[in-house]
């Protein structure tokens, strides 16, 4: 085992999985990093116009590139599972089919993102003085979309092996690379969004190329050979099997995000300043959480592959302990820090900072129903069911939030911003609950019948 590994069937459950969370939290501060730079950037060298036009390509984004996104947990599912069980020669396999899958992944999403970028803007009422630079943003942004796809699928495998070092350090350089580029194509070649953009791409090609060469210099079964790139059918169907649901409730989640996202741009490009920059703190508190949907993910995968499911389910309890104490002790820091961290962001419109603030006061405290409702989900993808988790966040995420814009949103006395993020709440608690319940029937299912 590699050094960098971290022993999932055996040890310290505690202490492994602290050991294996806290490089993912890095890895994913790092990641959004990427997005606080762009934002930081043009909003000091460029003003608030240009920071919407950012905040507004998020969830068209996000709703474009997920469905691909849900396949690479897919892939990593089936390594786990297969080193759990000891079958390398699956694993072999299931790491040599991701990778062609990223591919091709990559190419869609490149000609879709580059040829409707303005559609899809001009579909979420993109306000006209901000759609020419979403619309730039965007272009450039999937022109180099490939290379996040290689580096998702490939950090997948990565953490289904126990390596959650390695990324952290990829995206460490990358992360210092783009925050250079950004501030030289911004204030020397006066670039605007399209030189954050082009930053992006580069510094996501950087953490592409060290992420591939750390699977060929590997020597297990997920070592990577390129003259055996192809598509082994049984691992690809695997792959869809898991990663399809979990990549269709990415993109409805962002399809209900989107709607939120359109319904903020009616209250103007002050008010999309205001929350793209709330959001982007936000992401802050999410991506520590969702660490934990990783670790949950992959600790089951692989114990419920060795057959040990007592060890699975204190993973789940373990994991939904800590995004509580973690997620509520982050939210608050920073609901109290709220304006402080805002003005990061934005320095010329006092009237945005008072919009980001409402959507820190209404989801900041709340947030860790969002971490529970992630870990229950992680918990199922690893035992290795993925649709029931995308049906029940379908109906409790989704269906709660489109349906609450076009009931009670709609009425004028909560026709405000404050009730429109308040379905944000509810359908974390709902959809938790609904998971986690769901999750003990198949975990005695299975531990039965096993």
């Not at 000891?86 to 992944?105: E, Q, S, Y």
């Not at 900072?353 to 959507?359: P, T």
Request: proline content about 2%.
């Amino acid at each position: 085992m590699s050094k960098r590994n971290i022993d999932m069937l055996n040890g310290s459950l505690f202490r492994n999985v602290i050991s294996y969370t806290i490089p993912i939290i890095l890895t994913g501060l790092l990641q959004l990093l990427f997005n606080a730079a762009d934002l930081v950037v043009v909003g000091r060298f460029c003003g608030s116009i240009s920071v919407a036009a950012v905040g507004a390509t998020g969830a068209v984004t996000n709703l474009i590139v997920n469905l691909f996104i849900g396949l690479s947990v897919g892939a990593g599912v089936v390594v786990a599972q297969a080193l759990g069980a000891n079958d390398n020669k699956k694993a072999h396999r299931a790491v040599h089919t991701a990778i062609p899958t990223a591919l091709v992944g990559g190419i869609v999403l490149t000609i879709i993102g580059v040829g409707f970028s303005e559609t899809f803007l001009r579909w979420m009422d993109t306000p006209e003085d901000v759609l020419p630079l979403s619309a730039l943003y965007m272009k450039i942004y999937f022109a180099g979309i490939i290379f996040m796809m290689i580096y998702n699928f490939c950090a997948s495998i990565l953490r289904a092996t126990g390596d959650t070092k390695s990324p952290l350090i990829f995206l460490t350089i990358a992360g210092i690379i783009n925050v250079i580029l950004n501030v030289f194509f911004v204030t020397v070649f006066h670039l605007n969004v399209a030189g954050v953009a082009l930053a992006t791409t580069i510094s996501q090609g950087v953490s592409a190329i060290l992420v591939v060469i750390t699977l060929v210099k590997r020597n297990d079964a997920c070592k990577l050979h390129f003259s055996q790139l192809k598509f082994y059918k049984d691992e690809l169907l695997q792959m869809v099997k898991i990663g399809l649901p979990a990549g269709i409730q990415g993109s409805l989640f962002s399809i209900s995000n989107v709607i939120i996202q359109s319904s903020i741009n009616s209250f103007g490009a002050v008010a999309m300043s205001g929350n793209a920059a709330a959001l982007n703190i936000e992401g802050f508190v999410y991506v520590t959480l969702n660490a934990f949907h990783q670790t949950t993910l992959n600790f089951t995968g692989q114990n419920i592959g060795a057959n040990q499911y007592k060890r699975a389910k204190k993973v789940l309890l373990m994991c939904l302990c800590c995004v509580v104490v973690i997620g509520l002790t982050i939210s608050t820091i920073m609901y109290l820090l709220g304006p402080q961290l805002l003005s990061i962001y934005i320095t010329d419109s006092p009237e945005a900072i008072e919009y980001g603030l409402i959507r820190i006061a209404c989801l900041f405290i709340p947030f860790s129903l969002l971490g529970l409702m992630d870990v229950s989900t992680g918990g199922l993808r690893g035992m290795g069911v993925s649709l029931v988790p995308m049906i029940i966040s379908v109906l409790g995420v989704c269906g709660i939030r489109i349906g609450w814009i076009y009931t009670i949103f709609q009425l004028p006395q909560f026709h405000t911003l404050e009730w429109l993020y308040h379905s944000y709440t509810v359908s974390w608690g709902v959809t938790f609950i609904a998971q986690t319940v769901a999750y003990f029937i198949i975990y005695n299912k299975k531990k039965k019948g096993k």
